[in-house]
C-alpha cells in the first residue's frame, strides 16, 4: 500500500492530542516530535515503532478508545514516513517551526523544543550516530543543533550562545545541517576500484643457452 501522507487536518489532530490532558506532562509536543523522529530518520539503524512510540509518550496516554489509540499511533508512525521521504528527497529539509531562539532563558521557542527532540534522538541512538570515521564530522554538524537545544555548557557552545549574532548564524545552518547529516550516516562512501594487476610476462632476463 503507497504511503499517504498526513494532510493538514490530520496533522492538527495529533498536535492538539500531544497537546491535551490526556497525555503525560512530559509527552514531547508536536514540534518536539518531529525532531525526534527526525533524528531517528538519520540514523543508519532502524529504531522500532515498539521502541520509539513510548519515549514520544512518556507514559502510555489516557484513550478516549481504541480507534484514537490506534489514530495517534498510526498518526506519528505516518509523520516518521514523511520525514524519512523529505530526506531522501533532493529538495531542502524544512523545520516545523521558526528558525529563532527564545527572548529570555525561561522562554523556549519551538526551534529549541524541535532541537531538544532532535538530540534526544541522537542519545537514544548515540552508537549509531559516532562511530568510526564518521564520529568528528558528525560532532561538528550536530553543533548548530546543539546550540539551538540549550541543553550543553561546552565552551565552544556557551562562545556561540554569548552572541546573539553568532547564535542567529549558527542556528540559521540547521535545516542544511539536516540534510548533511543525512547524507553522511545514511550513504556508504565510494569505494576506490581495485587497481588492476600488470599481466605477467615472465623473465625476459633469462641467459641464453651456451652452444
Known amino acids: 500500500m503507497a504511503h ?19 497525555v503525560h506532562e512530559e509527552c514531547q509536543n508536536f514540534v518536539m516530535a518531529h525532531g525526534f523522529l527526525t533524528a531517528l530518520a538519520i540514523c543508519p539503524k532502524l529504531i522500532s515503532e515498539s521502541d520509539w512510540l513510548p519515549v514520544v509518550f512518556e507514559e502510555t496516554p489516557k484513550y478516549e478508545n481504541d480507534k484514537q489509540e490506534k489514530q495517534m499511533a498510526q498518526y506519528l508512525t505516518r509523520l516518521f514516513t514523511d520525514i524519512q521521504k523529505e530526506l531522501e528527497s533532493e529538495e531542502g529539509f524544512l523545520l516545523p517551526c521558526e528558525i529563532e531562539m527564545g527572548k529570555s532563558a525561561d522562554e523556549l521557542s519551538e526551534l529549541q523544543e524541535w532541537a531538544t527532540g532532535f538530540m534526544e534522538g541522537v542519545f537514544m541512538t548515540e552508537a549509531q550516530w559516532f562511530e568510526s570515521e564518521k564520529e568528528e564530522i558528525v560532532a561538528e554538524l550536530l553543533l548548530p543543533v546543539m546550540v539551538a537545544s540549550d541543553l550543553f555548557d561546552d565552551k565552544e557552545v556557551l562562545e556561540i550562545r554569548a552572541s546573539d549574532k553568532l547564535t542567529a548564524s549558527c542556528i540559521a545552518q540547521i535545516p542544511e545541517v539536516v540534510t548533511d547529516l543525512f547524507l553522511v550516516l545514511r550513504t556508504e562512501p565510494e569505494k576506490k576500484p581495485m587497481p588492476k594487476k600488470a599481466p605477467y610476462k615472465g623473465n625476459n632476463n633469462k641467459k641464453k643457452k651456451a652452444k
Open 4 to 22: 499517504q501522507p498526513l494532510d493538514d487536518l490530520e496533522l492538527e489532530t495529533l498536535e492538539d492530542f500531544l497537546d491535551s490532558d490526556l
